[in-house]
């Protein structure tokens, strides 16, 4: 099984693949997982990437689709794999299904997560953080028990810039105008599934199942 995850940031992609792997096997390959992969292991691709991600710039399409479809010839995704966060773009769309074709390879469906922006808005700017271990709370849906202190260490929770709402509303901006045009593009190959990404993670991953005839 062959499949590509789309949604806004927050949508809860990384969740479902999760689900998705501890159903069926098929591990998640996401491309923050796969860059971090590629510049740890010194590839020449990861060679490339490294610089530009230290220095916090976006990684080009050849590189992020090269590095992608090495991760993709690995042994363990001979059975099938789920892309969380790639393809982000037309062009990284088409690389990946001619590279899937010379493969003899296809995708069986692209899963849209479909969220409100209000609903995203809210879900990560109640986002607050532990700077001191990591621990990742939100004042909505799993708020700490003293608000604005960390349960594991007591120390103060802070909300991260890239969590501020106006952060997010530019995220956004971006998904809809980069990532959202993949939705009809998919639609016309007769691959998308919808999915209501609100509400509880098991009744949205029911919907995915029942989506891909596994239900
Ligand atoms: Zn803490």
Redesign the pocket.
């Known amino acids: 099984m062959n499949l590509a995850l789309l949604g806004p940031p927050g949508a809860g992609k990384g969740t479902q693949a999760k689900k998705l792997f501890e159903e069926f096997g098929v591990p998640q390959t996401s491309t923050g997982d796969i860059l971090r992969d590629a510049v740890r292991r010194g590839t020449e691709l990861g060679k490339k990437a490294a610089p530009l991600m230290s220095a916090g710039k976006l990684v080009p399409d050849e590189v992020m689709v090269g590095i992608v479809l090495d991760r993709l010839r690995q042994p363990d995704l001979s059975r099938g794999f789920v892309l969380d966060g790639f393809p982000r773009t037309i062009p990284q769309a088409e690389a990946l299904g001619s590279a899937l074709e010379r493969a003899g390879k296809k995708l069986d469906a692209v899963i849209s997560i479909q969220v409100p922006e209000e609903t995203v808005v809210e879900r990560i700017s109640g986002r607050r953080t532990?700077p001191?271990?990591g621990?990742v709370y939100n004042i909505y849906q799993n708020p700490p028990k003293r608000s604005g202190i960390?349960?594991?260490?007591?120390?103060e929770l802070v909300q991260r810039d890239d969590d501020k709402p106006e952060k997010v509303r530019e995220r956004l901006a971006v998904y809809r105008a980069q990532t959202l045009p993949l939705e009809a593009y998919y639609d016309k190959q007769g691959l998308l599934r919808r999915i209501n990404g609100v509400g509880p993670p098991e009744g949205i991953f029911a919907e995915i199942k029942t989506a891909l005839g596994r239900s």
């Open positions: 532990c001191r271990d621990s960390c349960d594991q260490c007591h120390g």
